[in-house]
């Protein structure tokens, strides 16, 4: 009798807290975060919140009011879809 063992990923349901930490902190913090095996970090996303953090506050203000543009315009488009789909029904 022959005895197969697979190797199964087992996908978890993952959450996404979100923290306030000081600047100063930061580094040290992702450091520490980084060196459990759970935990997953977006680099890409790491590296647009340091360089929002660089701006000045007249840009930080600036492009925030981009950042909520963008969402509100993308909020459109899903229900111009979520409408679409509807009428398709």
């Given at each position: 009798?022959?005895?197969?063992?697979?190797?199964?990923?087992?996908?978890?349901?993952?959450?996404?807290?979100?923290l306030n930490i000081p600047d100063i902190e930061y580094q040290s913090f992702m450091k520490v975060a980084k060196s459990f095996?759970?935990?997953?970090?977006?680099?890409?996303?790491?590296?647009?919140?340091?360089?929002?953090?660089?701006?000045?506050p007249n840009k930080r203000k600036i492009w925030g009011r981009v950042k909520s543009g963008l969402r509100e315009i993308e909020?459109?488009?899903?229900?111009?879809?979520?409408?679409?789909?509807e009428m398709n029904f």
């Open positions: 009798m022959v005895v197969l063992l697979w190797k199964l990923k087992i996908y978890l349901r993952m959450k996404q807290p979100v095996s759970f935990v997953e970090t977006d680099e890409q996303q790491n590296k647009l919140l340091e360089m929002e953090a660089k701006l000045s909020s459109m488009e899903k229900q111009v879809l979520k409408e679409n789909q």
